[in-house]
């Protein structure tokens, strides 16, 4: 068992080595400018010379048309419908396993990822995965750099900035969407729809002034601002209402049932103040049974 443990270390130890030397290798080969990824739009691989590129005539024109026509249309999408629209596709090959992978239509992300590639432009960039972060807390070996590849260039160096011009501009800040979660519905399984009976969903929405989450009914005739009932609700429970029918703030609020005494109604109105927001709900659903809305017109029936 012994023996056999110290052949499996010994195989660890042989595949990451032979992985390590592997990176080494092709990190070497990127500074020196030859290619170490597969089959690309434009270039075709030199089978008898490894890691050097060699232009495909008549994809090279297919590269200049798609900046040609991004720097046209200033749009990713509008570019995509023109080469779609002309039956153009995406490179159509033939592996080392002699399988012939066909092109496809132009998408967003396909025709993106021409656009960034300095390949075109006669560079090689290394460790592109790496580009955003810190290059400084990188090891040397990992940092990001571009250097002159072995190939020629089929995008002038002042398109493709115009290009990347473009894309910076048009690039779209992505905002972050409100969780739901976020925010604590102090009256969830608590209130329900006047109109149809059901429980009322939680939802949100987003408008200039923020993030603004909702109570709405699946009947979609009903719905109200979450803070706003709330703040509602929790009044009515700070003032020990019973058996009575209120008017706050153009809500029509009726009160029914109840069958604390009122000691006890003060008692759970001191806790519910004093308690945090997650077991303000726990106190709330020993008061309220519960809590019909149908426009302007509350309901509350207590336990």
Known sequence: RMSLKMILVFAELEREQAADRTKKCLHSRALEGLWNGGQLLGYDIDRNNPGYLKINRDEEKLVKTIFKTYLRTNSLKQTCIYLNDRNFKTKTYISRRGNKHYGKNFHLQST???????????????????????????????????VDGKHKAIIDAETFKAVQ????QNRRIIKRKPDPKRYFFLLKNLLFCGGCGFPMKTTWARGNGGDYYYYSCICRNNYIRADFIEKQIIALVRKYAV????NINDLKIKISGGSFS????TELSRRFS?????FRRNILKRII???YLKGTSIEIELH
Do not use: F, M, W
């Open 262 to 265: 009122k000691a006890k109604l």
């Open 274 to 278: 004093a308690a945090k927001t997650p």
């Open 165 to 168: 011009k473009v894309i910076n």
């Open 243 to 246: 058996n009575t029918c209120v």
């Open 112 to 146: 993106r990822n021409i656009l960034n590639n300095k390949i075109y432009t006669g560079k090689v960039e290394i460790n592109k995965k790496n580009k955003g972060k810190d290059q400084s807390s990188l090891p040397p070996e990992d940092r990001y750099q571009v």
């Open 289 to 291: 049974k519960k809590i």
